[in-house]
């Protein structure tokens, strides 16, 4: 799926090939079942791929996309916390 190929261009050191991915699957619309990704995960993990490309401004923006639609993950909000720490 172009989720996980996006979480192996990550892992692979290759941020900007997951961006793409997971902007196809937002600008799509496409429908992602719930046990593939949860809510805010794509934000998520955008937000990673933007913090390993230096871009912590977008990446922050991600974070908190990603927190307001789940905030009951505390992993979200930690990232968003750690990210704001360090601009």
């Known amino acids: ?3 996980e190929l996006a979480e192996a261009y990550l892992e692979e050191g290759q941020p900007q090939k997951a961006i793409a ?3 196809y699957v ?5 429908s992602v079942p719930r046990d593939v990704a949860g ?18 401004d ?6 908190l996309r990603a927190s307001s639609e789940d905030p009951a993950n505390v992993d979200f909000s930690r990232k968003a916390s750690e990210i704001t720490k360090g601009l």
Do not use: K, M, Q, V
């Open 58 to 63: 977008r990446a922050l923006a991600e974070y």
């Open 39 to 56: 809510p805010g995960d794509i934000h998520f993990g955008l937000g990673r791929a933007y913090e390993a490309l230096g871009d912590r």
């Open 26 to 30: 937002l600008s799509r619309g496409i």
């Open 21 to 23: 991915r997971w902007h």
């Open 1 to 3: 799926s172009h989720l």
